[in-house]
């Protein structure tokens, strides 16, 4: 049943313009972000970069960039953590309540983020936990740590586990198969696990917007701005946390093959 | 050996399963406790009357659910339309494109959807992108496109596309070449193909990828604010404003818990019925 190449054609056709679809509205931001009028209006007269210059000047910014950027750093580390002993009991390890188990960690993932965050709220409130970024770190792993979890199960269910055993027969203790065998395997989903994790908590609205308290992450801080009246820093702040965003990903793209390029040229030299 | 495998997947899933426990479920506990407290009491410490569910009704709170729901039953829809054709592609047709077209959509999930949300704004607001070039070229105007319902349906779409689509792709990964090629040597019709074959054979990524938008969107807050301009009020919108504003948790709390239990309860059946190992590749 060979796909006819007219009808392969048009469903490439429908890729690109899906494509086109999902990232007009960032194209429209990165125009807004040049314009040089106070009071946005199409079609732009003329172009500058002053509102970057002055969003990148602005200490308010690097302030909110800061606790982005530490809030991201800490929920990735944990999250890789969480998710490599999570994914583990999740897909490798055969164990009695392990379907309970994997539907517990599904179970945030299909829960609305901002309800979520509403909750949260609430929680820290009775505990008498004044919010601030610290509680949104633990927000951010309620969603975040079941997704790496996830990423890792993936990788940890093509391992076989035959090697464990055969580790064990050879002698090797449960220590040295976890040091030797287990995280060398897995550290591929791992390291994913972590860039997702960064990603997403990096870029995350909902859960920040309720649980941070008078702490500000960009994304909140965008939006407060958004809802309260047009600022010309908003699309260029907005451009900013995107590029950092593709750069990232661009990079981690690029650096396996780069590494695995620069061992092929050592190896040739010895 | 079965022994060892016991102990250590327990160790294993501790830690996570503890977050979870603590920062999960408990709060979801604490939420079903204050709805049913007296109206605008701040601690579980007194006796239950469940008066907010009785506001949920009389003031009229459960259209709020109503719309959310409905309006994300329609971005459902409208997504599994939008996204079954390029999940075939993706699955079955596109060799190298497959990858391209996953990274390029991966990427914007890392991108704030507020942002995302605000480009469409700015795309399509009076004088935005499409209303000022319009009127350059041609003189006539794009009125009245932002601050509707279907606007907030379309940003549900857009938000929750990744959603339906990575799911779907593996559900119809599933969905072995042989049984499709076989029904077609038996003269089955493409649609038939499609009814009898696909559809049933795909159903673990349809279910996955369906709840999760309806549940996402059913939930969501930001489309309604931003595009919808409050148009409608959604019913996380309430949640918000009953505990912000309104200062009444039992009423916040009655409010979140109408819209828990019915996402609650979606999610739990369907979760049940899916095998997990099989979508997420077990090779045995």
Same mark, same amino acid.
């Given at each position: 049943?060979?796909?006819?190449?007219?009808?392969?054609?048009?469903?490439?056709?429908?890729?690109?313009?899906?494509?086109?679809?999902?990232?007009?509205?960032?194209? +429209?931001?990165?125009?807004?972000?040049?314009?040089?009028?106070?009071?946005?209006?199409?079609?732009?007269? +003329?172009?500058?970069?002053?509102?970057?210059?002055?969003?990148?000047?602005?200490?308010?910014?690097?302030?909110?960039?800061?606790?982005?950027?530490? !809030?991201?750093?800490?929920?990735?580390?944990?999250?890789?953590?969480?998710?490599?002993?999570?994914?583990?009991?999740?897909?490798?390890?055969?164990?009695?309540?392990?379907? $309970?188990?994997?539907? =517990?960690?599904?179970?945030? !993932?299909?829960?609305?983020?901002?309800?979520?965050?509403?909750?949260?709220?609430?929680?820290?409130?009775?505990?008498?936990?004044?919010?601030?970024?610290?509680?949104?770190?633990?927000?951010?792993?309620?969603?975040?740590?079941?997704?790496?979890?996830?990423?890792?199960?993936?990788?940890?269910? /093509?391992?076989?586990?035959?090697?464990?055993?055969?580790?064990?027969?050879?002698?090797?203790?449960?220590?040295?198969?976890?040091?030797?065998?287990?995280?060398?395997?897995?550290?591929?989903?791992?390291?994913?696990?972590?860039?997702?994790?960064?990603?997403?908590?990096?870029?995350?609205?909902?859960?920040?917007?309720?649980?941070?308290?008078?702490?500000?992450?960009?994304?909140?801080?965008?939006?407060?701005?958004?809802?309260?009246?047009?600022?010309? @820093?908003?699309?260029?702040?907005?451009?900013?946390?995107?590029?950092?965003?593709?750069?990232?990903?661009?990079?981690?793209?690029?650096?396996?093959?780069?590494?695995?390029?620069?061992?092929?040229?050592?190896?040739?030299?010895? | 050996?079965?022994?060892?495998?016991?102990?250590?997947?327990?160790?294993?899933?501790?830690?996570?399963?503890?977050?979870?426990?603590? +920062?999960?479920?408990?709060?979801?506990?604490?939420?079903?406790?204050? /709805?049913?407290?007296? @109206?605008?009491?701040?601690?579980?410490?007194?006796?239950?009357?469940?008066?907010?569910?009785?506001?949920?009704?009389?003031?009229?709170?459960?259209?709020?659910?109503?719309?959310?729901?409905?309006?994300?039953?329609?971005?459902?829809?409208?997504?599994?339309?939008?996204?079954?054709?390029?999940?075939?592609?993706?699955?079955?047709?596109?060799?190298?494109?497959? $990858?391209?077209?996953?990274?390029?959509?991966?990427?914007? $999930?890392?991108?704030?959807?507020?942002?995302?949300?605000?480009?469409?704004?700015?795309?399509?607001?009076?004088?935005?992108?499409?209303?000022?070039?319009?009127?350059?070229?041609?003189? =006539?105007?794009?009125?009245?496109?932002?601050?509707?319902?279907?606007?907030?349906?379309?940003?549900?779409?857009?938000?929750?596309?990744?959603?339906?689509?990575?799911?779907?792709? %593996?559900?119809?990964?599933?969905?072995?070449?042989?049984?499709? %090629?076989?029904?077609?040597?038996?003269?089955?019709?493409?649609?038939?193909?499609?009814?009898?074959?696909? #559809?049933? #054979?795909?159903?673990?990524?349809?279910?996955?990828?369906?709840?999760?938008?309806?549940?996402?969107?059913?939930?969501? &807050?930001?489309?309604?604010?931003? &595009?919808?301009?409050?148009?409608?009020?959604?019913?996380?919108?309430?949640?918000?404003?009953?505990?912000?504003?309104? @200062?009444?948790?039992?009423?916040?709390?009655? =409010?979140?818990? +109408?819209?828990?239990?019915?996402?609650?309860?979606?999610?739990?059946?369907?979760?049940?019925?899916?095998?997990?190992?099989?979508?997420?590749?077990?090779?045995?």
């Amino acid at each position: 049943m060979k796909t006819s190449r007219a009808a392969s054609i048009a469903l490439v056709c429908y890729g690109l313009l899906v494509v086109a679809f999902l990232y007009l509205p960032i194209v +429209s931001v990165g125009f807004a972000s040049v314009s040089k009028a106070r009071y946005l209006s199409f079609p732009i007269r +003329s172009y500058t970069l002053q509102w970057y210059e002055s969003a990148v000047a602005s200490a308010t910014v690097s302030e909110l960039v800061a606790t982005s950027l530490t !809030i991201a750093a800490v929920v990735t580390v944990l999250s890789m953590v969480l998710g490599f002993l999570g994914g583990l009991a999740f897909a490798r390890y055969q164990w009695r309540y392990r379907t $309970l188990f994997q539907k =517990l960690v599904l179970l945030p !993932i299909f829960f609305p983020q901002a309800v979520l965050g509403l909750a949260l709220l609430v929680w820290f409130n009775s505990l008498g936990v004044v919010p601030t970024w610290k509680t949104a770190i633990v927000a951010h792993l309620v969603w975040i740590a079941p997704i790496a979890t996830l990423i890792v199960a993936i990788q940890a269910y /093509s391992f076989d586990p035959m090697l464990e055993e055969a580790a064990r027969d050879l002698g090797a203790s449960t220590w040295q198969i976890l040091k030797e065998l287990t995280i060398p395997l897995l550290m591929p989903g791992v390291v994913s696990a972590g860039l997702f994790a960064f990603l997403l908590s990096w870029g995350n609205f909902p859960l920040s917007l309720f649980t941070t308290g008078a702490d500000s992450t960009l994304p909140k801080w965008l939006y407060a701005k958004m809802v309260s009246g047009y600022s010309p @820093q908003v699309p260029a702040l907005g451009m900013l946390a995107v590029a950092s965003s593709i750069a990232l990903v661009l990079i981690a793209m690029t650096v396996p093959s780069l590494l695995r390029a620069l061992r092929a040229m050592r190896a040739d030299k010895t | 050996m079965k022994r060892l495998d016991g102990k250590l997947g327990a160790l294993c899933a501790l830690p996570l399963g503890l977050l979870l426990a603590a +920062s999960f479920l408990a709060p979801l506990v604490v939420i079903a406790g204050f /709805s049913i407290m007296p @109206q605008r009491v701040f601690d579980l410490a007194h006796i239950p009357d469940f008066s907010a569910y009785a506001v949920f009704f009389r003031q009229g709170y459960y259209k709020s659910l109503l719309w959310s729901l409905g309006m994300a039953f329609m971005a459902t829809t409208i997504l599994f339309i939008l996204c079954w054709p390029l999940a075939y592609g993706m699955a079955k047709v596109f060799g190298r494109f497959t $990858l391209f077209l996953t990274i390029a959509v991966a990427v914007t $999930l890392f991108v704030s959807e507020n942002i995302r949300l605000f480009g469409w704004v700015v795309t399509l607001m009076k004088g935005g992108l499409f209303d000022g070039y319009l009127k350059e070229l041609t003189g =006539l105007r794009l009125e009245g496109a932002l601050y509707n319902v279907p606007i907030t349906v379309f940003g549900l779409v857009y938000v929750y596309f990744p959603f339906m689509l990575f799911p779907l792709t %593996q559900g119809i990964a599933m969905v072995p070449d042989d049984a499709r %090629q076989a029904a077609a040597d038996l003269g089955a019709s493409r649609w038939r193909i499609l009814w009898e074959i696909d #559809l049933p #054979l795909a159903a673990p990524g349809i279910m996955v990828g369906s709840l999760l938008c309806f549940v996402l969107a059913a939930g969501a &807050l930001a489309e309604s604010k931003l &595009l919808g301009g409050q148009s409608v009020i959604v019913i996380a919108s309430e949640v918000e404003t009953a505990f912000s504003y309104g @200062q009444n948790w039992p009423l916040g709390s009655a =409010l979140a818990m +109408s819209l828990i239990l019915v996402i609650g309860a979606l999610a739990i059946t369907t979760i049940a019925r899916i095998d997990l190992d099989a979508i997420m590749g077990r090779k045995r």
